[in-house]
């Protein structure tokens, strides 16, 4: 499924700094999740089911990217 880029509500995330790279996320009518480059808005998204993204964030959570 893909959305337009009008049609989402991202938020910036707060460990994203000034001049780094920063992350935007979305929630998706599903529960998934949407995910963007907030310096690039009109490039490109990468989709997550609910599950996908409550995998990742219990990974996170777990310490499994440190």
Excluded: I
Excluded at 2 to 25: I, M, P, Q, Y
Excluded at 35 to 48: A, L, S
Excluded at 57 to 66: I, L, N
């Amino acid at each position: 499924m893909t959305s337009t880029h009008d049609e989402l509500n991202f938020r910036k995330s707060s460990f994203s700094g000034a001049n780094d790279g920063c992350v935007g996320v979305a929630d998706k009518s599903d529960r998934g999740r949407v995910v963007r480059n907030t310096k690039d808005p009109e490039g490109p998204q990468v989709h997550f089911t609910a599950h996908e993204w409550d995998m990742f964030v219990k990974g996170v959570k777990a310490g499994e990217f440190d």
